[in-house]
Structure formats: structure tokens, C-alpha cells
């Protein structure tokens, strides 16, 4: 069978914020006039050269908040670790606004389906791994509404400078009563009195607190995005705790430069 060529398009960067020290948040259109059709958890990949040519890729989760297929210059939000050297750091850093780069996909299928029939939702990330999670907001405010459903979100980070979108995930949860926001600080935790220093912070690694909210063979499907020795321990424990591999979807993040 013919092997079909991927098929590029052009991304115009409108806006770059940094959400902590290392990592970007940046904003493209679609430059081509076509849109973007996407499924919240999905990703694209940015394709570049290294300096002597070769050519070269990075896959980014899209972190776009949306509830339907983007047109033709709606947002797409993607967030970029900085990685001291990186090829790809270098290309994004120096990237002007106004300035293109060559995407493809979207793929993957790191997706809530529509068919789940489950109770809660476990979500689980480190760093960037917690971009999908906010893309997939819109979808799970309506099956929290229409299902009653339960979802926890465990995320880790080094410190509250490095809580990628905490405001957003922090407001979600007062909308929706269903939510669970449970940040996990592995170094630093959140000054007395700061609205990060809420009743569900942990301080240690997401892992250790996995056990804390008794995963549930029958009820749960889980979701694992981020650090590969996060996704590696997280998926023994669920496994251990009877949970099907089915109804444990991961997505393991490991940085390149």
C-alpha cells in the first residue's frame, strides 16, 4: 500500500504569555484559510530543521478550550517547555509575532470517549501533560451536567510558579462542584493565605496520593499524561487497584531538544 505524506500547514503565532519560568503559552491561527478540526486531547507536530538541515519534529498537545471543530483564524494554543539548547526552544523563542511554522495532524487518541459509561474520571498529569486536561474543560462540564459524573484532577508541579494553568483549573472547580482540583507540590508549596494554598494541595509527587481517592475497578477510567515515570508508576498502582488497561489511557511526555 502507498505510504500517504503527511500533510503541512502553516501556523501564525498571534500571541505568546509565559505561564512559568520555562514553559510558554503560545497562540497560532491557521494560516491557509482551512480549519482545524480537533478532538480536546489530541495533538500536532511542528515540523523544523536542526541547523545542518535535517529535518526534524515535536508534538505538542492542544491546549485550545473549545467545543466545537476551530474555523478558519480561531485560536491554537499549545504550551512549550524551554529547554536550555533545545532546537525547538531556539525556534520558538526566536519566532516573532507575525512569524510561521509548519504544523500536521491533528493525532492521537488520548480523547474522552463518547461512549464511556463510567462514574469518575481520574485525571492525572505533570508539567505540559496537564494541556489536554484543559482543552477538555468544555467536555467535561457537560458530562459532569448531563451524566453527574465525578472528576479528580492530580496534578503535579515543582512549585506554584510552575502550576500551569492553576487560575483556570481552580475556577473551573467552583463552577462545577463535580470537579476536584488537587494540586501536588513536590518542592515548594503555596504561601499561608495565597489562593493556591487551598484545602486539597499535597505536598509530594501526584503517585503518592493516588492511593487517597481509591480508584475504582467498576467506576473509574483514568487518564495519565506527563512525566514517563509518573504514567509508569500511576498505571502499576491502578493496575494494582484492579482497574482494567482499557480503562487506563496514558500519554507519556519525554522532552527533547
Do not use: W
Amino acid at each position: 500500500m502507498p505510504v500517504l505524506a503527511i500533510v503541512q500547514f502553516p501556523l501564525r503565532l498571534t500571541g505568546r504569555r509565559m505561564l512559568a519560568p520555562s514553559v510558554a503559552h503560545l497562540t497560532f491561527s491557521r494560516d491557509d484559510g482551512q480549519p482545524l478540526d480537533f478532538i480536546p486531547g489530541q495533538f500536532i507536530q511542528v515540523h523544523f530543521q536542526y541547523a545542518d538541515g535535517t529535518p526534524t519534529k515535536r508534538s505538542y498537545s492542544l491546549a485550545t478550550i473549545h467545543d466545537h471543530a476551530l474555523g478558519p483564524g480561531d485560536a491554537v494554543e499549545i504550551a512549550v517547555s524551554y529547554v536550555p539548547g533545545g532546537a525547538a526552544t531556539a525556534l520558538f523563542e526566536n519566532l516573532a509575532e507575525g512569524g510561521t511554522v509548519q504544523a500536521s495532524g491533528p493525532f492521537g487518541r488520548f480523547c474522552l470517549m463518547p461512549n464511556d459509561a463510567n462514574r469518575r474520571y481520574l485525571l492525572i498529569g505533570t508539567g505540559t501533560g496537564v494541556t489536554p486536561y484543559r482543552a477538555m474543560l468544555p467536555l467535561l462540564e457537560k458530562a459532569i451536567a448531563e451524566r453527574g459524573i465525578e472528576v479528580v484532577l492530580l496534578f503535579g508541579a515543582r512549585s506554584p510558579a510552575e502550576l500551569l494553568y492553576g487560575d483556570e483549573f481552580r475556577a473551573f472547580a467552583r463552577r462545577n462542584p463535580g470537579f476536584r482540583f488537587v494540586p501536588c507540590f513536590s518542592r515548594e508549596l503555596p504561601e499561608a493565605g495565597s489562593p493556591q494554598a487551598h484545602a486539597d494541595v499535597r505536598s509530594g509527587y501526584v503517585q503518592q496520593f493516588l492511593a487517597e481517592f481509591a480508584p475504582d475497578a467498576g467506576g473509574d477510567i483514568a487518564y495519565l499524561c506527563g512525566n514517563p515515570n509518573m504514567v509508569d508508576a500511576c498505571f502499576e498502582a491502578l493496575k494494582d487497584a484492579g482497574l482494567p488497561v482499557p480503562r487506563i489511557r496514558r500519554e507519556k511526555y519525554v522532552s527533547s531538544k
